[in-house]
């Protein structure tokens, strides 16, 4: 397994609990949108401890970006990378597989569950191929919502959120489960991506194929 020591350059916060990290990226690191690495803090006491972090930036970009939930009760590692600033180091492995995008469809995401959609949401809009892909996301509250303004841009009316713990009335306050999906979706034929909690990506795949959807267009996270 290769090791690549890399400086972060910019960490900020993007949600209340969630930061973006902007790395140095190794010469000959590649990878596909939606797809990750294991992660460590280079640091005596930290870098055993491997955490798998989707990329967020673009693979033609200069630099890595990582977009990371941080759980302060945890005192884990997150915890510990919410502390990191500019000039500390990460180490960074070998990419891996995760999601990959086949065609349009309908995304579904819970919380930090986003993060492999961010980058392919961004490759396809810089190929102006945004077209006809839908967004569903599951927040508990409004501040929850992660790149609300930018996903609010790229995809308008096609971004769609629901709230489980906040009535606005400007949002949904459903659950993802059968009913609320088949008020949102018309065509069950077309491609699903699902990534969050692994209780909620069984629950919205099993809602999914039992509404009509083909489970090789179910998509979720391999690894």
Request: net charge negative; hydrophobic share 35%.
């Amino acid at each position: 397994m290769s090791e690549h020591i890399v400086k972060i350059l910019l960490s900020e916060p993007v949600t209340h609990n969630v930061k973006r990290f902007k790395v140095e990226r190794p010469s000959d690191y590649a990878f596909v949108p939606g797809q990750a690495t294991d992660v460590s803090i280079n640091s005596t006491l930290w870098k055993k401890e491997l955490r798998p972090f989707t990329f967020t930036g673009l693979e033609d970009w200069d630099h890595l970006e990582f977009t990371i939930k941080i759980y302060d009760d945890h005192h884990g590692m997150t915890e510990q990378l919410g502390k990191l600033e500019a000039g500390d180091e990460l180490i960074l492995h070998d990419v891996f597989g995760a999601i990959h995008y086949h065609d349009e469809g309908t995304f579904i995401a819970g919380g930090a569950g986003v993060t492999p959609f961010i980058a392919i949401f961004r490759q396809l809009e810089k190929e102006s191929k945004l077209g006809n892909n839908t967004l569903i996301f599951s927040n508990n509250k409004e501040r929850d919502i992660i790149l609300k303004d930018e996903f609010s841009h790229m995809l308008g009316d096609r971004f769609i959120n629901t709230l489980t713990k906040q009535k606005k009335s400007k949002y949904d306050n459903s659950m993802i489960d059968e009913k609320y999906l088949s008020e949102k979706v018309q065509d069950f034929s077309q491609y699903f991506y699902i990534c969050g909690p692994d209780p909620m990506v069984e629950a919205v795949q099993g809602a999914l194929i039992s509404l009509g959807a083909e489970k090789e267009k179910v998509i979720i996270e391999q690894f």
